[in-house]
């Protein structure tokens, strides 16, 4: 069995609205990444799509799961038997109506977390966004479904209240550019069937250090399993 979180950092090539790779430089980076995982040629590499829109490859025993945000692409993948993973990355900035969007789709204790000493957080806000992001890509719902992921905070606590019927284990990387600009990501990472944290993989120089915020595991109910 084999999981990683594979990323590539590309700070000189031009973005679309100010902080995503445009879409021709995200299939290339995607394929490449995924090329040197399955150690196979880049053009042998035909990614496909769910009704739902989850990327996959025609490799039995493979899963993998793709996010873009700013200069940096981030790629979970995992080679083991009933498998399956999710990921989330993104470029923390001041997000307009972050505020709004965090009333509508975290729960109470999620937008209690948000605010310390009374200001809204931003950092806290992307923390939550992209680990219920992660968790909806692994089971291939669509962001519509967010309001309806349960709770990542209870009494200011990571933890992930849900019944599950096989492990789940969360990874919440905190991914900070200290050379000459201020870039500053959060990642979230899931894999269902181990608790397993991924190996992180570079594959581009890497001006950013790479930390890990939280991990959450979620071990299956008896109930379920009997």
Known sequence: MSYYLGFTYLPNIETTKKRNLNTKKKQEINKYILSKFCDKPIEEIDIRTEAGGRPFINEKDIDFNISNSGHLTAITFVNGAKLRTGCDIERIYPRPGAAEIANDFFSGSEIKYLYTSGKFNE??????????????????????DMANVPSFIIDDEFVFDITVSLPLCFGLFELINNAKTSEHYMVAT???GIQQQPIIKWFSQYPL???????INVRPDPSVLS
């Not at 250090?209 to 991990?215: F, S, W």
């Open 123 to 144: 950092k806290k806000f992307y923390e939550i966004w992209t680990l219920k992001e992660c968790f909806i890509k692994l089971r291939g719902f669509s962001v519509f």
């Open 190 to 192: 899931v894999i269902e």
């Open 209 to 215: 250090d790479c930390k890990i915020r939280a991990e």
